[in-house]
């Protein structure tokens, strides 16, 4: 059963449900329950006020927070969160890839994360002081890491 219960909210698909005011739900098991949040895809959820859930079973908690991807979850306000199985709880936090730590102190202000299921892994991240941290080496200069004019400078 598809509905639309707040006010000047629209909903579309099949199981889908759009309750905040201003929201839209479209897509399959969706449901945007935020003010002006949108949900689309399937079985995604957009609870916080003006937030967008989109792709296989993800969720934006955070205010003006944007999830994408399957299986991520945005959690902190402004946050935004891509790839798969990855979850953004801090304030203003990008986390893209795939099996990032999670990071529940919201310590990091971007994380690339690089693991599995069971064994989630980061390959790069950037705190709030702008320090960068990588699991591999660092490379400058040439247009890429395979570049041979590309310099080695930390491993």
Same mark, same amino acid.
């Given at each position: $059963?598809?509905? &639309?219960?707040?006010?000047?909210?629209?909903? /579309?698909?099949? %199981?889908?449900?759009?309750?905040?005011?201003?929201?839209? &739900? /479209?897509?399959?098991?969706?449901?945007?329950?935020? $003010?002006?949040?949108?949900?689309? *895809? @399937?079985?995604?959820?957009?609870?916080? @006020?003006?937030?967008?859930? +989109?792709?296989?079973?993800?969720?934006?908690?955070?205010?003006?927070?944007?999830?994408?991807?399957?299986?991520?979850?945005?959690?902190?306000?402004?946050?935004? !969160?891509?790839?798969?199985?990855?979850?953004?709880?801090?304030?203003?936090?990008?986390?893209? %890839?795939?099996?990032?730590?999670?990071?529940?102190?919201?310590?990091?202000?971007?994380?690339?994360?690089? *693991?599995?299921?069971?064994?989630?892994?980061?390959?790069?991240? !950037?705190?709030?002081? %702008?320090?960068? @941290?990588?699991?591999?080496?660092?490379?400058?200069?040439?247009?890429?890491?395979?570049? +041979?004019?590309?310099?080695?400078?930390?491993?």
């Amino acid at each position: $059963m598809t509905e &639309a219960h707040g006010n000047y909210s629209h909903a /579309e698909g099949n %199981g889908s449900a759009a309750i905040g005011e201003y929201s839209h &739900a /479209e897509g399959a098991s969706t449901q945007a329950t935020g $003010m002006a949040s949108h949900s689309e *895809g @399937w079985n995604t959820t957009a609870s916080g @006020w003006y937030s967008h859930a +989109e792709g296989q079973s993800t969720t934006a908690e955070g205010s003006y927070s944007h999830a994408e991807g399957d299986c991520n979850h945005a959690i902190g306000d402004n946050s935004h !969160v891509e790839g798969t199985y990855n979850i953004a709880h801090g304030e203003c936090q990008h986390v893209q %890839g795939k099996h990032a730590i999670p990071d529940e102190e919201g310590r990091y202000a971007h994380i690339v994360g690089n *693991g599995d299921i069971g064994n989630p892994s980061n390959a790069h991240t !950037v705190d709030w002081n %702008g320090l960068g @941290w990588f699991a591999g080496g660092l490379k400058i200069g040439g247009t890429g890491q395979d570049d +041979e004019n590309a310099k080695t400078v930390a491993t």
